[in-house]
């Protein structure tokens, strides 16, 4: 169903590598609720990637820019004011990355070159997407910014490594940029807490399996699908949300506000019996 919610609307998206990534999804839901797009990632994601096939299913322009690199954002911000005639309306940051997770690296025994590179990619991009569009004043008013961001920065998730101090971190610049481009010009920033999903980075994290089953079954209405995380950008991208900024939004079927389930009370007794038949 379109309800046109992006109708005239303008918008760069972040961090679509494969039809299985979350910013995939939200870029199909955005062209198809009206929005034109710019689609950005980085350099070995667009050869490695299928980004220019959604480019084509959605009419977008591509333009390759790394996250981490002041330059190439100073150029994808001011190709896409060219690019739409002006400025554009929402931006998704759906961007994440961590050398220690990928190398299966401990927490307590990290890397500290690739803990800062963890925090580079996946939290101070964020800063720098909004200090570039802050600059060139590229943001219409009433605009809306919006990040990926999970649940470990606010709880220890066993395998999530230092993925959880980047989205803590992620999540502190929402808040404090969000005064900042709100008070100046009515520009609302959030961000999504999204429940685990399979998609590539996800994949990458010690135990994903283990944990889509826990917060399954732990969620009163089960793990939130990439397409139903599109679903909520979309509304937070349209004009029915105009007063919400500077907001952790949790999307994840309830999980962040369980404590213990019936189903896992259960499960836990039946784990004690089994223990002392033994
Ligand atoms: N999958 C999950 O379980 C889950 C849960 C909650 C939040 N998230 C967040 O959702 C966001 C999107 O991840 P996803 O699950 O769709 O996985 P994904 O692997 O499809 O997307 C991650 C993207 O980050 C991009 N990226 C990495 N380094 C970059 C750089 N230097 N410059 C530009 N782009 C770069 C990758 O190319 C890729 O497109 C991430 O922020 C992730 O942490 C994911």
């Not at 910013?23 to 689609?39: C, D, F």
């Not at 084509?56 to 911000?77: E, F, G, N, P, Q």
């Not at 999970?150 to 993925?163: F, K, P, S």
């Not at 609302?188 to 590539?200: A, D, Y």
């Amino acid at each position: 169903m379109n309800n046109g919610l992006l109708k005239g609307k303008k918008g760069i998206i972040f961090g679509a590598l494969n039809e299985k990534s979350i910013a995939w999804q939200v870029a199909l839901k955005a062209h198809h609720e009206g929005a034109r797009l710019v689609l950005t990632n980085s350099p070995v994601a667009v050869r490695m990637g299928s980004i220019s096939e959604l480019a084509a299913l959605t009419s977008s322009k591509l333009v390759v820019a790394d996250a981490t690199s002041m330059v190439d954002i100073d150029r994808l911000v001011s190709e896409s004011l060219q690019i739409f005639g002006g400025r554009f309306d929402f931006v998704l940051h759906s961007i994440g990355m961590s050398p220690n997770v990928r190398k299966d690296i401990p927490y307590e025994n990290t890397s500290y070159e690739n803990m800062m590179k963890t925090y580079d990619i996946s939290a101070l991009s964020f800063h720098r997407i909004l200090q570039t569009c802050y600059k060139y004043d590229a943001i219409n008013e009433w605009g809306s910014v919006v990040a990926l961001t999970y649940v470990a920065a606010q709880r220890t998730l066993a395998g999530y490594n230092d993925m959880g101090d980047a989205k803590a971190l992620l999540e502190s610049i929402a808040r404090s940029f969000g005064y900042i481009y709100g008070r100046d010009r009515k520009v609302r920033i959030n961000t999504i807490s999204q429940s685990p999903t399979p998609t590539t980075a996800g994949s990458g994290v010690h135990g994903i399996e283990s944990l889509l089953d826990f917060s399954e079954r732990m969620s009163p209405l089960g793990n939130a699908t990439a397409a139903e995380c599109a679903d909520y950008c979309v509304t937070l991208f349209s004009d029915l949300t105009r007063k919400v900024t500077m907001q952790n939004l949790y999307h994840d079927g309830g999980f962040s506000s369980m404590g213990m389930s019936l189903k896992a009370i259960e499960q836990y007794n039946k784990s004690f019996k089994e223990c002392d038949e033994k």
